[in-house]
């Protein structure tokens, strides 16, 4: 990864955040399962909450959150198809540029396995879920 860039996305970055979605929905990928991201809801997101993106040289992998201080919630994180430490990259430089932190809290989709390995690996632990919260009545796992 020389040259990757960490930046916040702005309403330029559109070609890019599409580019980055189609590469998992070409490939059937159901990581995004339950929600309903696009390219223009999460352009409509960054103009609300705070994002970065990691460009190696193309965005490769994305990240909503709300900075409340002490605590940083984790609206989404996506990767490209093939970019399996993107995810992982772009969440420890969010970590580490909000040292000051003290909890991060983000919810997931019960039958997003790949999200739900991935957030357990980095040592994030289950602390609640909400029963029948996603359209199709799944639950919805928080995690800290």
């Known amino acids: 990864m020389n040259g990757a ?4 996305l702005t309403t330029t970055d ?12 070409k490939a059937g990928d159901d990581s995004l ?7 223009e809801s999460i352009l409509s997101e960054i103009d ?7 460009f190696d040289p193309k965005l490769s992998a994305l990240i909503l959150y709300k900075d409340m201080t002490t605590i940083l919630e984790i609206l989404l994180i996506f ?6 430490q993107a995810g992982h990259k772009v969440l420890h430089e969010l970590i580490n540029a909000h040292g000051q932190a003290k909890e991060i809290w983000l919810e ?36 800290s």
């Open 5 to 8: 860039i960490f930046r916040p």
């Open 108 to 143: 997931v989709h019960e039958g997003n396995q790949r999200a739900i390995k991935f957030y357990e690996r980095q040592g994030f632990v289950t602390m609640s879920s909400r029963p029948g919260y996603y359209l199709d009545g799944k639950c919805a796992i928080n995690y």
């Open 48 to 54: 609300k909450v705070s994002s970065l993106g990691l």
């Open 14 to 25: 559109k070609s890019s955040i599409t580019e980055l979605l189609e590469t998992r929905k």
């Open 79 to 84: 990767s490209a198809k093939g970019s399996s």
């Open 33 to 39: 399962v339950g929600v309903n991201w696009t390219a």
